[in-house]
T-cell receptor, first 113, second 116 residues
Framework: SQKIEQNSEALNIQEGKTATLTCNYTNYSPAYLQWYRQDPGRGPVFLLLIRENEKEKRKERLKVTFDTTLKQSLFHITASQPADSATYLCALHPSGSARQLTFGSGTQLTVLP | GAVVSQHPSWVICKSGTSVKIECRSLDFQATTMFWYRQFPKQSLMLMATSNEGSKATYEQGVEKDKFLINHASLTLSTLTVTSAHPEDSSFYIC????????????FGQGTRLTVV
């Protein structure tokens, strides 16, 4: 069966360090993968999208890698700040005509001052 | 980025009553909107895909008579939880995609439904 795993339910790191979150998937052939941020009681906010033919994408302090051989994406936040504390969700969009995204369960990141 | 507005942000209703949640795309036209449900510390689970001018497509296990979806215009989709029960209490989120601009999805703020 298809599965998306974000293998850390919670991650605590010290301010200034780099946070690395992992998203693994099985039985998918995603056309692209996305990362979202979700704060408590709020809807997800889009951060980055990476396509299957891209290895890496950057946006300010954020970096996403996509390894379709390993079926894994890594999401990095460099120089982390307490304001980065939130739940981060990865989502896959499969190849073909389907339009909906399928989400992982998220990793709750806490950046300690 | 595009803006999706969801209303209300929270609602408390009595068991047996119906509740309507609205989802509007404010600065783009959305031929397709999606409705999700999220339980605490869990992933967003797709409930249904709302198509403008046609019937919604429901995911397996989602009761279409319980969760009525109407997508009457290119900027508005509504989800009505009919005859709500306490087990329907959850966080409901809509999303829409601006197909003319990008492939990322934009989400509403979510609606916290509590059925008492």
């Amino acid at each position: 069966s298809q599965k998306i795993e974000q293998n850390s339910e919670a991650l605590n790191i010290q301010e200034g360090k780099t946070a690395t979150l992992t998203c693994n998937y099985t039985n998918y052939s995603p056309a692209y993968l996305q990362w979202y941020r979700q704060d408590p009681g709020r809807g997800p906010v889009f951060l980055l999208l990476i396509r299957e033919n891209e290895k890496e994408k950057r946006k300010e302090r954020l970096k996403v890698t996509f390894d379709t051989t390993l079926k894994q994406s890594l999401f990095h936040i460099t120089a982390s700040q307490p304001a980065d504390s939130a739940t981060y969700l990865c989502a896959l969009h499969p190849s073909g005509s389907a339009r909906q995204l399928t989400f992982g369960s998220g990793t709750q990141l806490t950046v300690l001052p | 980025g595009a803006v999706v507005s969801q209303h209300p942000s929270w609602v408390i209703c009595k068991s047996g009553t119906s509740v309507k949640i609205e989802c509007r795309s404010l600065d783009f036209q959305a031929t397709t909107m999606f409705w999700y449900r999220q339980f605490p510390k869990q992933s967003l689970m797709l409930m249904a895909t709302s198509n403008e001018g046609s019937k919604a497509t429901y995911e397996q296990g989602v009761e279409k008579d319980k969760f009525l979806i109407n997508h009457a215009s290119l900027t508005l989709s509504t989800l009505t939880v009919t005859s709500a029960h306490p087990e329907d209490s959850s966080f409901y989120i809509c999303s829409a995609r601006d197909w003319g601009a990008a492939t990322s999805a934009f989400f509403g703020q979510g609606t916290r439904l509590t059925v008492v």
